[in-house]
Antibody
Framework: QITLKESGPTLVKPTQTLTLTCTFS??????????VGWIRQPPGKALEWLAL???????RYSPSLKSRLTITKDTSKNQVVLTMTNMDPVDTATYYC???????????WGQGTLVTVSS | DIQMTQSPSSVSASVGDRVTITCRAS??????LAWYQQKPGKAPKLLIY???SLQSGVPSRFSGSGSGTDFTLTISSLQPEDFATYYC???????FGPGTKVDIK
Protein backbone atom coordinates (compact mmCIF):
# COMPACT_ATOMS: atom_id res chain seq x y z
CA GLN A 1 0.00 0.00 0.00
CA ILE A 2 1.54 3.26 -1.15
CA THR A 3 1.15 6.29 1.08
CA LEU A 4 2.74 9.73 1.07
CA LYS A 5 2.57 12.50 3.62
CA GLU A 6 3.79 16.06 3.46
CA SER A 7 5.20 17.92 6.45
CA GLY A 8 6.66 21.33 7.09
CA PRO A 9 5.80 24.77 8.40
CA THR A 10 2.28 26.07 8.07
CA LEU A 11 3.40 29.70 8.14
CA VAL A 12 6.47 31.33 6.62
CA LYS A 13 7.42 34.96 6.30
CA PRO A 14 8.07 36.70 2.99
CA THR A 15 11.65 36.25 1.73
CA GLN A 16 12.15 33.14 3.87
CA THR A 17 12.99 29.70 2.49
CA LEU A 18 10.37 26.98 2.67
CA THR A 19 11.44 23.40 3.33
CA LEU A 20 8.88 20.65 2.87
CA THR A 21 9.37 16.94 3.44
CA CYS A 22 7.47 14.12 1.78
CA THR A 23 7.65 10.88 3.75
CA PHE A 24 6.43 7.85 1.91
CA SER A 25 5.91 4.12 2.33
CA UNK A 26 4.98 1.19 0.12
CA UNK A 27 7.66 1.83 -2.48
CA UNK A 28 11.35 2.61 -2.74
CA UNK A 29 13.00 5.52 -4.50
CA UNK A 30 15.84 3.19 -5.38
CA UNK A 31 13.54 1.15 -7.66
CA UNK A 32 14.02 1.79 -11.35
CA UNK A 33 11.37 4.05 -12.84
CA UNK A 34 10.06 5.48 -9.60
CA UNK A 35 9.68 9.21 -9.13
CA VAL A 36 8.25 11.59 -6.54
CA GLY A 37 6.93 14.97 -7.50
CA TRP A 38 5.63 18.13 -5.86
CA ILE A 39 2.50 19.96 -6.96
CA ARG A 40 0.86 22.98 -5.36
CA GLN A 41 -2.57 24.58 -5.43
CA PRO A 42 -3.30 28.14 -4.27
CA PRO A 43 -6.67 28.48 -2.55
CA GLY A 44 -9.45 28.26 -5.14
CA LYS A 45 -7.01 27.94 -8.02
CA ALA A 46 -5.61 25.27 -10.30
CA LEU A 47 -2.90 22.71 -9.74
CA GLU A 48 0.68 23.67 -10.59
CA TRP A 49 3.49 21.16 -10.97
CA LEU A 50 6.73 22.20 -9.25
CA ALA A 51 9.41 19.52 -9.33
CA LEU A 52 10.11 15.82 -9.73
CA UNK A 53 12.97 13.55 -8.71
CA UNK A 54 13.60 10.08 -10.06
CA UNK A 55 15.16 6.95 -8.63
CA UNK A 56 18.41 7.71 -10.48
CA UNK A 57 18.55 11.26 -9.02
CA UNK A 58 17.42 12.83 -12.29
CA UNK A 59 15.59 16.05 -11.39
CA ARG A 60 13.04 18.12 -13.28
CA TYR A 61 11.76 21.58 -12.38
CA SER A 62 8.99 23.87 -13.49
CA PRO A 63 10.64 26.34 -15.88
CA SER A 64 8.91 29.29 -14.23
CA LEU A 65 10.12 28.38 -10.73
CA LYS A 66 13.38 26.59 -11.45
CA SER A 67 15.61 29.27 -9.97
CA ARG A 68 13.86 29.01 -6.60
CA LEU A 69 13.45 25.24 -6.24
CA THR A 70 15.66 22.39 -5.10
CA ILE A 71 14.48 18.80 -4.79
CA THR A 72 16.48 16.09 -3.06
CA LYS A 73 15.90 12.55 -1.85
CA ASP A 74 17.01 10.44 1.10
CA THR A 75 16.39 6.89 -0.01
CA SER A 76 17.29 5.41 3.37
CA LYS A 77 14.66 7.53 5.10
CA ASN A 78 12.04 7.22 2.32
CA GLN A 79 11.88 11.00 2.08
CA VAL A 80 11.92 13.67 -0.58
CA VAL A 81 12.64 17.27 0.36
CA LEU A 82 11.61 20.38 -1.56
CA THR A 83 13.08 23.77 -0.81
CA MET A 84 11.68 26.98 -2.24
CA THR A 85 13.56 30.21 -1.69
CA ASN A 86 12.36 33.80 -1.43
CA MET A 87 8.80 32.99 -0.47
CA ASP A 88 6.09 35.50 -1.33
CA PRO A 89 2.40 35.74 -0.36
CA VAL A 90 1.49 34.46 -3.85
CA ASP A 91 3.18 31.18 -2.88
CA THR A 92 0.44 30.55 -0.34
CA ALA A 93 -0.95 27.17 -1.35
CA THR A 94 -1.56 23.58 -0.47
CA TYR A 95 1.55 21.63 -1.38
CA TYR A 96 1.21 17.99 -2.42
CA CYS A 97 3.73 15.27 -3.07
CA UNK A 98 2.88 12.40 -5.39
CA UNK A 99 4.24 9.10 -6.72
CA UNK A 100 5.04 8.37 -10.33
CA UNK A 101 6.13 5.10 -11.95
CA UNK A 102 7.69 5.08 -15.37
CA UNK A 103 5.69 7.23 -17.77
CA UNK A 104 2.51 7.04 -15.69
CA UNK A 105 1.01 10.23 -14.31
CA UNK A 106 0.91 10.83 -10.57
CA UNK A 107 -1.09 7.90 -9.28
CA UNK A 108 -0.73 8.26 -5.52
CA TRP A 109 -0.91 11.59 -3.71
CA GLY A 110 -0.36 12.81 -0.20
CA GLN A 111 -3.10 14.65 1.64
CA GLY A 112 -1.40 17.99 1.11
CA THR A 113 -0.15 20.63 3.52
CA LEU A 114 -1.29 24.24 3.53
CA VAL A 115 1.52 26.78 3.63
CA THR A 116 0.65 30.42 4.26
CA VAL A 117 3.13 33.17 3.46
CA SER A 118 2.52 36.22 5.60
CA SER A 119 4.44 38.62 7.76
CA ASP B 1 6.34 25.54 -23.02
CA ILE B 2 3.21 23.53 -23.70
CA GLN B 3 0.03 25.24 -22.51
CA MET B 4 -3.15 23.36 -21.64
CA THR B 5 -6.65 24.80 -21.89
CA GLN B 6 -9.96 23.30 -20.84
CA SER B 7 -13.53 24.00 -21.77
CA PRO B 8 -15.93 24.70 -20.35
CA SER B 9 -14.55 26.21 -17.15
CA SER B 10 -17.69 25.03 -15.39
CA VAL B 11 -20.75 22.98 -16.24
CA SER B 12 -24.00 22.48 -14.41
CA ALA B 13 -25.52 19.07 -14.88
CA SER B 14 -28.02 16.67 -13.37
CA VAL B 15 -27.60 13.12 -12.15
CA GLY B 16 -27.80 10.84 -15.15
CA ASP B 17 -26.56 13.44 -17.63
CA ARG B 18 -23.76 12.80 -20.07
CA VAL B 19 -20.96 15.28 -19.48
CA THR B 20 -18.07 16.01 -21.85
CA ILE B 21 -15.03 18.10 -20.97
CA THR B 22 -12.47 19.19 -23.54
CA CYS B 23 -8.74 19.72 -23.08
CA ARG B 24 -6.51 21.27 -25.72
CA ALA B 25 -2.71 21.35 -25.85
CA SER B 26 -0.85 24.23 -27.48
CA UNK B 27 1.18 21.73 -29.48
CA UNK B 28 0.90 18.04 -30.26
CA UNK B 29 1.44 15.74 -27.31
CA UNK B 30 0.55 12.40 -28.88
CA UNK B 31 -1.41 10.54 -26.19
CA UNK B 32 0.55 11.93 -23.25
CA LEU B 33 -2.49 13.13 -21.37
CA ALA B 34 -4.02 12.35 -18.00
CA TRP B 35 -7.27 13.32 -16.31
CA TYR B 36 -7.75 13.86 -12.58
CA GLN B 37 -10.78 14.39 -10.38
CA GLN B 38 -10.54 16.61 -7.32
CA LYS B 39 -13.14 17.09 -4.61
CA PRO B 40 -13.00 20.03 -2.19
CA GLY B 41 -10.31 19.64 0.44
CA LYS B 42 -8.99 16.44 -1.12
CA ALA B 43 -5.99 15.47 -3.21
CA PRO B 44 -6.53 14.87 -6.92
CA LYS B 45 -7.39 11.34 -8.03
CA LEU B 46 -6.06 9.87 -11.26
CA LEU B 47 -8.89 8.80 -13.58
CA ILE B 48 -7.39 8.39 -17.05
CA TYR B 49 -3.84 8.01 -18.34
CA UNK B 50 -2.42 7.80 -21.85
CA UNK B 51 -5.49 9.75 -23.01
CA UNK B 52 -7.87 6.79 -22.92
CA SER B 53 -6.69 4.19 -20.37
CA LEU B 54 -8.86 3.85 -17.29
CA GLN B 55 -6.96 3.82 -14.01
CA SER B 56 -7.60 0.74 -11.89
CA GLY B 57 -10.68 1.08 -9.71
CA VAL B 58 -12.20 3.97 -11.68
CA PRO B 59 -15.81 3.39 -12.77
CA SER B 60 -16.35 2.60 -16.43
CA ARG B 61 -18.70 5.58 -16.86
CA PHE B 62 -15.52 7.62 -17.18
CA SER B 63 -13.79 7.52 -20.55
CA GLY B 64 -11.14 9.51 -22.34
CA SER B 65 -10.32 10.02 -25.98
CA GLY B 66 -8.16 12.07 -28.29
CA SER B 67 -4.59 12.45 -29.43
CA GLY B 68 -2.35 15.20 -30.70
CA THR B 69 -3.83 18.44 -29.40
CA ASP B 70 -7.49 17.72 -28.65
CA PHE B 71 -8.78 15.46 -25.88
CA THR B 72 -12.06 14.75 -24.16
CA LEU B 73 -13.18 13.31 -20.85
CA THR B 74 -16.69 11.90 -20.88
CA ILE B 75 -18.84 10.88 -17.95
CA SER B 76 -21.56 8.76 -19.51
CA SER B 77 -24.10 9.01 -16.70
CA LEU B 78 -23.29 11.52 -13.99
CA GLN B 79 -23.52 10.21 -10.44
CA PRO B 80 -23.82 12.25 -7.22
CA GLU B 81 -20.20 11.45 -6.30
CA ASP B 82 -18.94 12.83 -9.62
CA PHE B 83 -19.59 16.47 -8.75
CA ALA B 84 -16.02 17.75 -8.57
CA THR B 85 -13.36 19.65 -10.48
CA TYR B 86 -11.58 17.87 -13.31
CA TYR B 87 -8.06 18.64 -14.51
CA CYS B 88 -6.16 17.48 -17.53
CA UNK B 89 -2.38 17.16 -17.38
CA UNK B 90 0.25 16.83 -20.05
CA UNK B 91 2.10 13.79 -18.84
CA UNK B 92 5.59 14.72 -20.05
CA UNK B 93 5.88 18.38 -19.09
CA UNK B 94 3.48 17.84 -16.16
CA UNK B 95 1.53 20.99 -17.06
CA PHE B 96 -2.04 21.04 -15.73
CA GLY B 97 -5.05 22.58 -17.36
CA PRO B 98 -7.07 25.25 -15.50
CA GLY B 99 -9.79 22.82 -14.45
CA THR B 100 -13.47 22.27 -15.13
CA LYS B 101 -15.93 22.37 -12.26
CA VAL B 102 -18.92 20.07 -12.56
CA ASP B 103 -21.71 21.15 -10.27
CA ILE B 104 -25.35 20.37 -9.68
CA LYS B 105 -27.91 21.99 -11.95
Amino acid sequence: QITLKESGPTLVKPTQTLTLTCTFSGFSLSTSGVGVGWIRQPPGKALEWLALIYWNDDKRYSPSLKSRLTITKDTSKNQVVLTMTNMDPVDTATYYCAHRLGVMPFDYWGQGTLVTVSS
Amino acid sequence: DIQMTQSPSSVSASVGDRVTITCRASQGISSWLAWYQQKPGKAPKLLIYAASSLQSGVPSRFSGSGSGTDFTLTISSLQPEDFATYYCQQANSFTFGPGTKVDIK
